[in-house]
């Protein structure tokens, strides 16, 4: 029997349609206040150049507007965080994504963590982190959050399952950790001093690649009938799991592309309507 496909892609623009008559609705109810998506980028990276107009694309389909700022590649932490501050006191902007990886020089953390929690529409607050570890209301981290909704669209049981997620980083495998702890799965979580990684592998009923290595994590790790989900996107389509052999093997596959990402973007957007909605309705 062939695998279930999470359609990232289709998930994305079906919930696309729905924010639409949401921002409509919302701009009806305001007398013509559109929500604001700030998207903050430092530096000329061309792929963090691209995601940001992916985002910028995005907001317009469901009738939104983003804000782009443009910093260069020379910016300081203060003159970043000065910014911040700027939008966090803009009541017409509801949302600030700061794109990551920002250049050496910056105190990243320090930047993420002055974007206020209620403007923190992709979750990088250690704040939002915290509270969502707690199971109290804040906006998940976009990627993990994504992954989420996908599995909960596609009825995929999270509760008693063992989860196994691969990679801890503060945007991706800790927060997808907690998310699949939160719905009750028993959860591992495995990182680069990982010794035994083959055999945790083979016992994840859900297995998480949140590596960034193309094709790392081997087909014949894994457990048949598991749940797989691709985070990672490497160039020639390949994500950090070998999936082509698993497509007849696990019971349901995120595809690469068209399964994680569409879905980071459609989180970070809808979490900005809801942001809006909170502010505006
Ligand atoms: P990252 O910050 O580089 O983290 C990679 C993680 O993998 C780290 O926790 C690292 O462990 C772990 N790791 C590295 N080598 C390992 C090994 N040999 N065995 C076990 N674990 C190992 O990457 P990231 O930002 O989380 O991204 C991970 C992947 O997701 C990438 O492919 C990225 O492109 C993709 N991604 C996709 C989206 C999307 O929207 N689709 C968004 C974000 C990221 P240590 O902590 O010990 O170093």
């Given at each position: 029997m062939s695998a279930l496909i999470l359609d990232g892609k289709a998930l994305a623009a079906q919930t696309e349609a729905e924010l639409l008559e949401r921002v409509e609705r919302l701009k009806v109810a305001s007398g013509g206040k559109t929500p604001i998506l700030a998207t903050i980028l430092v530096g000329d990276d061309p792929a963090s150049a691209t995601y940001v107009k992916m985002k910028g694309n995005a907001c317009r389909r469901v009738g939104m507007e983003s804000l782009a700022v443009e910093m260069p590649a020379s910016t300081t932490t203060a003159e970043l965080l000065a910014r911040i501050a700027e939008l966090n006191g803009n009541p017409d902007v509801h949302g600030i994504l700061l794109q990551h990886p920002v250049p050496a020089q910056i105190d990243e953390r320090a930047c993420f963590d002055a974007i206020a929690l209620e403007k923190d529409v992709d979750g990088v607050t250690c704040l939002g982190f915290g509270r969502m570890a707690m199971g109290e209301p804040a906006y998940g981290c976009a990627t993990p959050q994504g992954i989420m909704r996908m599995l909960d669209h596609y009825g995929i049981e999270i509760e008693g399952k063992h989860a196994v997620v691969v990679g801890r980083s503060p945007i991706l495998g800790k927060p997808m950790a907690m998310m699949l702890l939160q719905k009750n799965a028993t959860v591992t979580i495995c990182h680069s001093?990982?010794?035994?990684l083959p055999e945790l592998i083979a016992q994840a009923d859900i297995l998480v690649g949140a590596?960034?290595?193309?094709?790392?994590?081997?087909?014949?790790w894994v457990k048949p009938g598991a749940v797989i989900v691709d985070a990672g996107y490497h160039p020639g389509g390949v994500g950090d799991i070998e999936l082509a052999p698993l497509?007849?093997?696990?019971s349901a596959y995120t595809p690469v592309?068209?399964?994680v990402g569409p879905m980071t973007i459609n989180t970070l957007i809808m979490q900005s309507v809801e942001s809006a909605e909170k502010s505006l309705g």
């Open positions: 001093r990982t010794q035994n590596v960034g290595r193309p094709e790392f994590i081997k087909a014949d497509v007849d093997k696990a592309p068209g399964g």
